[in-house]
C-alpha cells in the first residue's frame, strides 16, 4: 500500500511537471522562487499552502523560516 501512494504521488509529481513544461509555468516558477523550486510540484503546491501552520505554533520564528 505504501509503495503504491508513492508511486502515485510520483506520477501527480510528472503530471504536474508536463503540465508546466507545457504552460511555460516551470520558467516562471524557478524565477519567482529564487531557484527554491524549479517545477510546478506537488511539493511546491503543499508548501505555499502549509506555509503559515509554522507560525501559529509556539515555536520562534528563527527556527522555520531561514
Known amino acids: 500500500m505504501l ?9 501527480v509529481n510528472a503530471m504536474l511537471g508536463w503540465v508546466g513544461d507545457q ?3 516551470n520558467a516562471q516558477i524557478a524565477t519567482m522562487s529564487g531557484g527554491r523550486y524549479t517545477a510546478l510540484s506537488l511539493d511546491m503546491i503543499l508548501g505555499y499552502i502549509f506555509s503559515p501552520l509554522p507560525g501559529s505554533s509556539a515555536w520562534p520564528r528563527k527556527t522555520y523560516w531561514q
Request: glycine share 0%; hydrophobic share 65%.
Open 23 to 25: 504552460t511555460n509555468l
Open 3 to 11: 509503495i503504491v501512494f508513492t508511486a502515485m504521488m510520483y506520477v
